[in-house]
């Protein structure tokens, strides 16, 4: 599960703060001094957190279920009032669930079972080793959903694949921030124009 929040410069060290109450609750190491950058273990689950010019993210791991994908996100094996009182306004939150391609049945009817009922688009990549698929809604628990399914990815194409899905998602959401204002401009630049 993943959640990028914008947050002010002003807040970031009530950031901070409120990551090192989930270190001190799980007895981890609190991050360093003018870290950018954490992860530890906290119970089941890991968690990444990674500063970025204009947002923070998080990235929460832990092992999913093969069978019913997105049944039990890893960002509910956080503690939810920890969760809940992330600083910052989040701007994207979704869960991604890895499976293995073997038995995986991706035929339209069973990937959209996965995804609410809804129209599902996907793509093969990393030359075929695994196919991304995804509805671009968000869920009723406020996140969208993305689905590998692997069928040969090493655990480094894995973690990379993982890594590109949720900053994809980060930064297009991010961009589509601007479009109210593009929107508002599109009659000036007509004018601008003719």
Not at 45 to 53: I, N, P, T, V
Request: glycine share 8%; aromatic share 8%.
């Amino acid at each position: 599960s993943y959640i990028a929040v914008l947050i002010d410069a002003d807040d970031r060290a009530r950031e901070l703060a409120h990551l090192e109450s989930l270190c001190r609750r799980f007895a981890q190491a609190l991050p360093p001094a003018g870290a950018t950058h954490y992860r530890a273990n906290f119970g089941p689950a890991r968690l990444k957190w990674e500063r970025h010019g204009e947002f923070s993210g998080y990235l929460v791991i832990a092992p999913g279920d093969a069978e019913a994908p997105f049944a039990n996100p890893a960002a509910t094996l956080m503690p939810a009032e920890w969760m809940a009182a992330v600083p910052g306004k989040t701007v994207a939150a979704m869960h991604v669930d890895i499976v293995s391609g073997a038995d995986f049945a991706t035929d339209s009817a069973a990937l959209s079972a996965h995804f609410g009922g809804h129209g599902v688009t996907g793509a093969s990549i990393a030359e075929d080793a695994a196919s991304v698929f995804t509805d671009f809604r968000i869920h009723d628990d406020g996140f969208s959903r993305c689905l590998v399914v692997d069928r040969g990815l090493t655990r480094g194409q894995a973690g990379r694949t993982l890594q590109r899905l949720v900053e994809i998602e980060a930064y297009r959401l991010l961009a589509l921030l601007a479009l109210p204002i593009a929107r508002r401009q599109a009659p000036r630049m007509v004018e601008i124009e003719q």
